[in-house]
Nanobody, 124 residues
């Protein structure tokens, strides 16, 4: 099991950018797929982006394609989500997730380890 801690959330105006970080501890995440999910109040948790263990393969929700970029630095045991051109509808709690069995799935049930989340609020 790996412990995940997200950071980098905050309040930003529409059109702005944020970079979320996910710090892993306890084990190396070099063999883990990593995903980012988000959940807004009253809504279900939804997939945002995922990356294979090497970072070679990445996947994005249609709503963030072209605006968000997932990356990882296995040497630092870190994963990141660069968010550009933010919109009010991007406001949510963002969660980092990892799994060493499943690939970079878009399904939240494919991830065994989760962080506690970081709040992102985009004002109009």
């Amino acid at each position: 099991q790996v412990q995940l801690v997200e950071s980098g959330g905050g309040l930003v105006q529409a059109g702005g950018s944020l970079r979320l970080s996910c710090a892993a501890a306890g084990r190396s995440i070099s063999g883990y797929a990593v995903g980012w999910f988000r959940q807004a109040p009253g809504k279900e948790r939804e997939f945002v982006a995922s990356a294979s263990w090497s970072g070679e393969y990445t996947y994005y929700a249609e709503s963030v394609t072209g605006r968000f970029t997932i990356s990882r630095d296995n040497a630092k045991n870190m994963a990141y989500l660069q968010m550009n051109s933010l919109k009010p509808e991007d406001s949510a709690v963002y969660y980092c997730a990892a799994d060493d069995v499943s690939g970079p799935t878009t399904d939240s049930s494919g991830y065994s380890d989760w962080g506690l989340g970081t709040q992102v609020t985009v004002s109009s």
